[in-house]
């Protein structure tokens, strides 16, 4: 087996823990999310996306009725993670870093947090193939294959947007999640009043936006046309302010866009964001703090 990516975000956590705001690893990570009565104890239909290894078979064949035991499915959290790709992944963050490389480590980070809580997660990711998505598990096997996949698919331009894959959530996965969103500007901008009510009737939601970098830079390259820009474009100084002044305006209105939605967000421009930035969306969700 290879564990080349569960090593990487060992490594990448590793790099951070002398912060103090890192106690969240240190063994409260089951608290971050509202669970769910350990006691609760019968049996459901099987719904899509339920792991098999839950299904009471013998209760099954008495019924004629696929049956999960929901003691054990459903003490534990579902976490699904809904991430974005496409071409737009290839471009880099304000930071200057990799965007769909920061998408992926931040995406490693929280699956390793929910995996070491002994929660369920899933990925959910759009290809040119169509709609991927993994069964809820947990171990090192399931996060490894799921972080590959979703490497393996976010470069590849599909049909559906962020909004859509939510949409697709909603419509095909009948249980109480915690979803992450990992997106960029372009998906904020598509995340209406109404999806967002709709996701957090029964849901809990949580936002990690991978600021793109500006347009107005020093060096600027179309990945479209693959090539660079000439410099004559790039507009000087008060171009540059002008971009960021309408960037944070942006921002601040998606805040109070998912403030009045109850949903947490953060966004992470670098590498060495990802680490403080998802325990501050952790613990801003936790305390109930969406700013």
């Known amino acids: 087996m290879n564990y080349e990516h569960l090593?990487?975000?060992?490594a990448f956590i590793s790099l951070y823990s002398t912060k103090e705001t890192t106690n969240?690893?240190?063994?409260?990570?089951r608290s971050v999310f509202r669970g769910r009565s350990l006691d609760f104890d019968d049996l459901r239909e099987y719904t899509y996306g339920d792991n098999v290894k839950d299904i009471d078979?013998?209760?099954?064949?008495?019924?004629?009725?696929?049956l999960v035991r929901r003691y054990v499915a459903e003490k534990k959290h579902n976490v699904l993670f809904v991430v974005d790709?496409?071409?737009?992944?290839?471009?880099?963050?304000?930071?200057?870093?990799?965007?769909?490389?920061v998408a992926l480590d931040a995406l490693g980070v929280m699956a390793y947090l929910v995996n070491q809580g002994g929660d369920d997660y899933a990925l959910l990711q759009d290809s040119n193939?169509?709609?991927?998505f993994t069964t809820f598990g947990g171990g090192g096997k399931h996060f490894e294959n799921m972080i590959a996949t979703s490497e393996m698919f976010m470069p590849e331009e599909g049909k559906r947007d962020i909004a859509d894959l939510l949409e697709y959530a909603?419509?095909?996965i009948r249980r109480r999640m915690v979803i992450i969103v990992i997106t960029d500007m372009d998906g904020l901008f598509r995340l209406g009043d109404k999806l967002l009510g709709k996701l957090v009737a029964n849901n809990d939601v949580l936002v990690v936006d991978i600021d793109d970098a500006y347009l107005y830079g020093d060096r600027v390259y179309d990945i479209k046309d693959r090539k660079y820009e000439s410099e004559l474009l790039f507009g000087g100084k008060s171009l540059k302010e002008a971009e960021k002044a309408q960037r944070e305006d942006f921002l601040t209105?998606?805040?109070?866009?998912f403030k009045s939605n109850r949903v947490t967000m953060v966004s992470m421009g670098k590498a060495e964001d990802i680490l403080p930035k998802t325990i501050e969306l952790f613990e801003r969700h936790k305390n109930g703090i969406i700013r």
Do not use: H, P
């Open 7 to 10: 090593a990487r975000i060992k």
């Open 24 to 29: 969240i690893l240190d063994g409260d990570f």
């Open 57 to 66: 078979w013998k209760s099954s064949t008495k019924t004629g009725k696929t």
């Open 85 to 101: 790709s496409g071409d737009k992944m290839e471009a880099d963050t304000s930071g200057g870093d990799d965007k769909a490389q």
């Open 129 to 132: 193939k169509g709609v991927i």
């Open 170 to 172: 909603c419509e095909n």
């Open 253 to 257: 209105q998606m805040e109070e866009k």
